[in-house]
Protein backbone atom coordinates (compact mmCIF):
# COMPACT_ATOMS: atom_id res chain seq x y z
CA UNK A 1 0.00 0.00 0.00
CA UNK A 2 1.25 3.49 -1.36
CA UNK A 3 1.47 5.83 1.32
CA UNK A 4 -0.41 9.43 0.92
CA UNK A 5 2.06 12.57 0.69
CA UNK A 6 0.49 14.86 3.17
CA UNK A 7 -1.19 17.67 1.67
CA UNK A 8 0.49 20.88 2.08
CA UNK A 9 -1.31 23.67 3.84
CA UNK A 10 -1.19 27.18 2.42
CA UNK A 11 0.41 29.32 5.23
CA UNK A 12 -1.98 31.58 7.23
CA UNK A 13 -2.09 35.15 6.48
CA UNK A 14 -0.15 37.08 8.74
CA UNK A 15 -2.74 39.00 11.70
CA UNK A 16 -0.98 42.39 11.62
CA UNK A 17 -1.28 42.50 7.86
CA UNK A 18 -5.35 41.44 8.23
CA UNK A 19 -5.43 44.53 11.11
CA UNK A 20 -3.58 46.97 8.61
CA UNK A 21 -5.09 46.03 5.96
CA UNK A 22 -9.12 46.39 7.50
CA UNK A 23 -8.23 49.39 8.99
CA UNK A 24 -6.90 50.85 5.61
CA UNK A 25 -10.49 49.68 4.47
CA UNK A 26 -12.75 50.86 7.11
CA UNK A 27 -10.89 54.40 6.60
CA UNK A 28 -11.22 54.44 2.64
CA UNK A 29 -15.04 53.82 3.72
CA UNK A 30 -14.79 57.86 4.49
CA UNK A 31 -13.17 58.73 1.39
CA UNK A 32 -16.92 59.14 -0.39
CA UNK A 33 -18.64 61.50 2.42
CA UNK A 34 -15.42 63.70 1.86
CA UNK A 35 -16.11 64.09 -2.08
CA UNK A 36 -19.53 65.17 -1.56
CA UNK A 37 -18.82 67.67 1.34
CA UNK A 38 -15.82 69.22 -1.01
CA UNK A 39 -18.36 70.13 -3.60
CA UNK A 40 -16.17 70.52 -7.05
CA UNK A 41 -16.49 68.75 -10.24
CA UNK A 42 -15.45 65.12 -9.46
CA UNK A 43 -12.18 65.30 -11.35
CA UNK A 44 -11.17 68.21 -9.40
CA UNK A 45 -11.56 66.42 -6.02
CA UNK A 46 -9.67 63.40 -7.57
CA UNK A 47 -6.95 65.28 -8.70
CA UNK A 48 -6.23 67.45 -5.03
CA UNK A 49 -7.11 63.86 -3.21
CA UNK A 50 -3.76 62.42 -5.17
CA UNK A 51 -1.71 66.06 -5.36
CA UNK A 52 -2.21 66.45 -1.42
CA UNK A 53 -1.74 62.93 -0.60
CA UNK A 54 1.48 62.21 -2.93
CA UNK A 55 2.70 65.93 -1.36
CA UNK A 56 2.32 64.26 2.40
CA UNK A 57 3.30 61.04 1.92
CA UNK A 58 6.63 62.18 -0.40
CA UNK A 59 7.09 64.50 2.58
CA UNK A 60 6.83 62.64 5.44
CA UNK A 61 9.88 59.77 3.49
CA UNK A 62 12.22 62.76 3.27
CA UNK A 63 11.43 64.36 6.89
CA UNK A 64 11.59 60.44 8.12
CA UNK A 65 14.98 60.71 5.72
CA UNK A 66 13.92 57.46 3.95
CA UNK A 67 14.44 59.06 0.51
CA UNK A 68 15.37 56.47 -2.05
CA UNK A 69 16.38 57.50 -5.70
CA UNK A 70 13.95 57.13 -8.35
CA UNK A 71 14.80 56.04 -11.36
CA UNK A 72 13.22 55.38 -14.88
CA UNK A 73 12.37 51.76 -13.76
CA UNK A 74 10.28 53.39 -10.60
CA UNK A 75 8.56 55.87 -13.00
CA UNK A 76 7.56 52.87 -15.32
CA UNK A 77 6.03 50.71 -12.72
CA UNK A 78 4.23 53.17 -10.91
CA UNK A 79 2.67 54.44 -14.36
CA UNK A 80 0.44 51.73 -14.60
CA UNK A 81 -1.33 52.20 -11.16
CA UNK A 82 -1.45 55.69 -11.50
CA UNK A 83 -3.54 54.86 -15.16
CA UNK A 84 -5.73 52.09 -13.55
CA UNK A 85 -6.84 54.59 -10.07
CA UNK A 86 -7.34 57.75 -12.62
CA UNK A 87 -9.21 55.74 -14.74
CA UNK A 88 -11.15 54.48 -11.23
CA UNK A 89 -11.69 58.12 -9.57
CA UNK A 90 -13.11 59.55 -12.83
CA UNK A 91 -15.44 56.86 -12.94
CA UNK A 92 -15.88 56.86 -8.89
CA UNK A 93 -16.59 60.33 -8.00
CA UNK A 94 -19.03 61.06 -10.93
CA UNK A 95 -20.87 57.77 -9.77
CA UNK A 96 -20.47 59.37 -5.92
CA UNK A 97 -22.34 62.26 -6.81
CA UNK A 98 -24.74 60.99 -9.03
CA UNK A 99 -26.09 57.83 -6.88
CA UNK A 100 -24.49 58.76 -3.40
CA UNK A 101 -21.18 57.48 -1.39
CA UNK A 102 -23.08 54.47 -0.11
CA UNK A 103 -24.83 52.85 -3.61
CA UNK A 104 -21.36 53.97 -5.55
CA UNK A 105 -18.90 52.93 -3.49
CA UNK A 106 -20.97 49.39 -3.40
CA UNK A 107 -20.60 49.16 -7.03
CA UNK A 108 -16.76 49.71 -7.24
CA UNK A 109 -16.29 46.82 -4.60
CA UNK A 110 -17.66 44.41 -7.05
CA UNK A 111 -14.22 44.54 -8.07
CA UNK A 112 -13.72 41.14 -5.29
CA UNK A 113 -14.98 38.98 -7.93
CA UNK A 114 -12.53 40.29 -10.52
CA UNK A 115 -9.66 40.75 -8.17
CA UNK A 116 -10.48 36.58 -7.00
CA UNK A 117 -10.55 35.50 -10.68
CA UNK A 118 -7.50 37.59 -11.38
CA UNK A 119 -6.24 35.48 -8.14
CA UNK A 120 -6.48 32.15 -9.74
CA UNK A 121 -5.63 33.20 -13.23
CA UNK A 122 -2.04 34.80 -12.17
CA UNK A 123 -1.36 33.99 -9.20
CA UNK A 124 -2.77 29.98 -9.23
CA UNK A 125 -5.27 30.74 -6.48
CA UNK A 126 -7.83 28.48 -5.91
CA UNK A 127 -11.81 29.93 -6.70
CA UNK A 128 -13.70 28.87 -3.17
CA UNK A 129 -16.77 26.41 -4.01
CA UNK A 130 -18.43 29.42 -3.01
CA UNK A 131 -17.71 31.83 -5.95
CA UNK A 132 -19.98 31.41 -8.36
CA UNK A 133 -23.28 31.09 -6.15
CA UNK A 134 -21.89 34.43 -4.30
CA UNK A 135 -22.13 36.01 -7.45
CA UNK A 136 -25.83 35.19 -8.06
CA UNK A 137 -26.56 36.09 -4.74
CA UNK A 138 -24.49 39.87 -4.77
CA UNK A 139 -26.10 40.74 -8.08
CA UNK A 140 -29.30 39.83 -6.64
CA UNK A 141 -28.50 42.44 -3.65
CA UNK A 142 -27.51 44.55 -6.51
CA UNK A 143 -30.74 44.40 -7.80
CA UNK A 144 -32.77 45.04 -5.07
CA UNK A 145 -30.81 48.44 -4.58
CA UNK A 146 -30.74 49.96 -8.19
CA UNK A 147 -32.39 47.25 -10.75
CA UNK A 148 -35.60 46.97 -9.03
CA UNK A 149 -35.81 50.97 -9.38
CA UNK A 150 -34.26 51.51 -12.86
CA UNK A 151 -37.11 52.96 -14.52
CA UNK A 152 -37.49 55.64 -11.81
CA UNK A 153 -34.26 56.86 -12.36
CA UNK A 154 -32.70 59.38 -14.51
CA UNK A 155 -30.37 59.29 -17.44
CA UNK A 156 -27.64 60.83 -15.13
CA UNK A 157 -28.60 58.21 -12.46
CA UNK A 158 -28.68 54.82 -14.14
CA UNK A 159 -25.31 56.29 -16.11
CA UNK A 160 -23.97 56.92 -12.82
CA UNK A 161 -24.59 53.10 -11.89
CA UNK A 162 -22.15 51.82 -14.65
CA UNK A 163 -19.89 54.43 -13.97
CA UNK A 164 -19.50 52.68 -10.37
CA UNK A 165 -19.23 49.26 -12.33
CA UNK A 166 -16.64 50.63 -14.12
CA UNK A 167 -14.76 52.10 -11.67
CA UNK A 168 -14.38 48.63 -10.26
CA UNK A 169 -12.57 47.49 -13.53
CA UNK A 170 -9.93 50.33 -13.38
CA UNK A 171 -9.49 49.48 -9.12
CA UNK A 172 -8.53 46.16 -10.01
CA UNK A 173 -6.12 47.11 -12.54
CA UNK A 174 -4.61 49.26 -10.12
CA UNK A 175 -4.55 46.65 -7.12
CA UNK A 176 -3.01 44.13 -9.76
CA UNK A 177 -0.53 46.31 -10.27
CA UNK A 178 0.40 47.76 -7.54
CA UNK A 179 0.39 44.71 -5.36
CA UNK A 180 3.15 43.16 -8.76
CA UNK A 181 5.43 46.37 -8.23
CA UNK A 182 5.39 46.11 -4.39
CA UNK A 183 6.57 42.47 -4.44
CA UNK A 184 10.20 42.84 -5.08
CA UNK A 185 10.08 44.63 -8.26
CA UNK A 186 11.21 47.88 -6.53
CA UNK A 187 13.56 49.45 -4.14
CA UNK A 188 11.31 52.24 -2.78
CA UNK A 189 9.44 51.94 0.30
CA UNK A 190 5.76 51.50 0.43
CA UNK A 191 5.54 55.00 1.50
CA UNK A 192 7.38 56.41 -1.49
CA UNK A 193 5.96 54.57 -4.24
CA UNK A 194 2.91 55.49 -3.20
CA UNK A 195 3.66 59.20 -2.96
CA UNK A 196 5.05 58.27 -6.61
CA UNK A 197 2.39 56.97 -7.82
CA UNK A 198 -0.17 59.65 -6.47
CA UNK A 199 1.63 62.78 -8.08
CA UNK A 200 1.63 60.62 -12.11
CA UNK A 201 -2.26 60.31 -11.53
CA UNK A 202 -2.52 63.78 -9.92
CA UNK A 203 -0.87 64.63 -13.70
CA UNK A 204 -3.05 62.19 -15.47
CA UNK A 205 -6.23 64.33 -13.68
CA UNK A 206 -4.77 67.39 -14.24
CA UNK A 207 -4.72 66.60 -17.89
CA UNK A 208 -8.17 65.18 -18.01
CA UNK A 209 -9.95 68.17 -16.19
CA UNK A 210 -8.03 70.51 -18.41
CA UNK A 211 -10.02 68.79 -21.65
CA UNK A 212 -12.74 68.98 -19.69
CA UNK A 213 -12.77 72.71 -18.73
CA UNK A 214 -12.41 72.47 -15.59
CA UNK A 215 -11.53 75.03 -13.06
CA UNK A 216 -9.35 73.96 -10.14
CA UNK A 217 -9.10 77.04 -7.68
CA UNK A 218 -10.55 76.50 -4.76
CA UNK A 219 -12.33 79.65 -3.17
CA UNK A 220 -13.94 78.37 0.15
CA UNK A 221 -12.69 76.74 3.35
CA UNK A 222 -15.18 74.14 3.28
CA UNK A 223 -13.66 72.62 -0.36
CA UNK A 224 -10.06 73.26 1.46
CA UNK A 225 -10.52 71.28 4.55
CA UNK A 226 -12.67 68.74 3.06
CA UNK A 227 -9.81 68.08 -0.26
CA UNK A 228 -7.15 67.90 2.66
CA UNK A 229 -9.12 65.35 4.98
CA UNK A 230 -9.78 63.53 1.63
CA UNK A 231 -5.95 63.72 0.71
CA UNK A 232 -4.83 62.58 4.17
CA UNK A 233 -7.12 59.86 5.43
CA UNK A 234 -7.90 58.47 1.81
CA UNK A 235 -4.65 58.42 0.42
CA UNK A 236 -1.64 58.83 3.26
CA UNK A 237 -3.34 56.76 6.50
CA UNK A 238 -5.36 54.40 4.72
CA UNK A 239 -3.05 53.47 1.76
CA UNK A 240 -0.02 53.65 3.59
CA UNK A 241 -2.41 50.90 6.24
CA UNK A 242 -3.16 48.66 2.65
CA UNK A 243 -0.29 48.83 0.52
CA UNK A 244 1.99 47.59 3.23
CA UNK A 245 -0.44 44.95 3.70
CA UNK A 246 -1.03 43.90 0.29
CA UNK A 247 2.30 42.29 -0.87
CA UNK A 248 1.40 39.93 2.42
CA UNK A 249 -1.77 38.41 1.61
CA UNK A 250 -3.79 36.60 -1.46
CA UNK A 251 -5.24 38.62 -4.10
CA UNK A 252 -8.78 37.07 -2.86
CA UNK A 253 -8.44 38.35 0.58
CA UNK A 254 -7.51 41.61 -0.25
CA UNK A 255 -10.60 42.20 -1.40
CA UNK A 256 -12.45 40.64 0.93
CA UNK A 257 -11.04 43.25 3.27
CA UNK A 258 -11.76 45.71 0.86
CA UNK A 259 -16.04 44.52 1.82
CA UNK A 260 -15.22 46.76 4.66
CA UNK A 261 -15.57 49.72 2.93
CA UNK A 262 -18.54 49.70 1.19
CA UNK A 263 -20.57 48.49 4.18
CA UNK A 264 -19.22 51.54 6.32
CA UNK A 265 -19.55 53.49 3.34
CA UNK A 266 -23.59 52.86 3.05
CA UNK A 267 -24.02 53.87 6.75
CA UNK A 268 -22.40 56.81 6.58
CA UNK A 269 -24.51 57.80 3.40
CA UNK A 270 -27.54 56.92 6.06
CA UNK A 271 -26.56 58.17 8.49
CA UNK A 272 -24.65 61.83 7.19
CA UNK A 273 -26.68 62.64 4.08
CA UNK A 274 -30.32 60.85 5.26
CA UNK A 275 -30.33 58.67 1.78
CA UNK A 276 -33.75 57.20 1.74
CA UNK A 277 -33.63 53.90 2.29
CA UNK A 278 -36.09 50.98 2.86
CA UNK A 279 -36.26 47.49 3.90
CA UNK A 280 -35.41 45.99 0.43
CA UNK A 281 -32.28 48.87 0.21
CA UNK A 282 -30.88 46.78 3.37
CA UNK A 283 -32.08 44.03 2.06
CA UNK A 284 -30.18 44.30 -1.46
CA UNK A 285 -27.06 45.64 0.93
CA UNK A 286 -26.89 42.86 2.40
CA UNK A 287 -27.23 40.37 0.04
CA UNK A 288 -24.85 41.82 -2.00
CA UNK A 289 -22.43 41.92 0.94
CA UNK A 290 -22.92 38.51 1.51
CA UNK A 291 -22.99 37.00 -1.85
CA UNK A 292 -19.01 39.03 -1.77
CA UNK A 293 -18.30 37.12 0.97
CA UNK A 294 -19.36 33.75 -0.26
CA UNK A 295 -17.46 34.77 -2.98
CA UNK A 296 -14.79 35.10 -1.96
CA UNK A 297 -14.36 32.23 0.99
CA UNK A 298 -11.28 29.78 0.55
CA UNK A 299 -9.88 32.07 -2.09
CA UNK A 300 -6.82 31.66 -0.74
CA UNK A 301 -5.99 28.18 -1.07
CA UNK A 302 -3.03 27.33 -3.55
CA UNK A 303 -3.26 24.67 -6.19
Known sequence: MTARAPAIAAPAAPPAAVG???????????????????????????????????????????LTRRWVRIGWHDLGLALLPALGFSLDLIFWHRSILWVGPG????????????????????????????????????LAGLWLLVGAHWALFDAR??????????????YTLYLLSFRR?????TALSAAQFLGLMSLLSALLLLAWGAFEGDTFALVTARSW????????????????????????????MVGLLLLLQPALAFVLDVLLFRRPTG???????ALALAGILLGTLRGARQK
Not at 23 to 42: E, H, K, R
Not at 115 to 135: C, D, I, Q, S
Not at 225 to 252: C, D, I, N, Y
Not at 279 to 285: E, I, R, T, V
Request: aromatic share 14%.
Open 20 to 62: RMALGAMLLSTTSIFVVLAQVPPTVSAFYRMLFGGAMLLGWVV
Open 103 to 138: VATLLTNFQVFLMALAGWWVYRERLGTWFAPGLVVA
Open 157 to 170: HRLGVWFGLASGVA
Open 181 to 185: ALSGH
Open 225 to 252: SALLALGFFGQVVAWLLMVRAMPLLPAS
Open 279 to 285: AGDWSGL
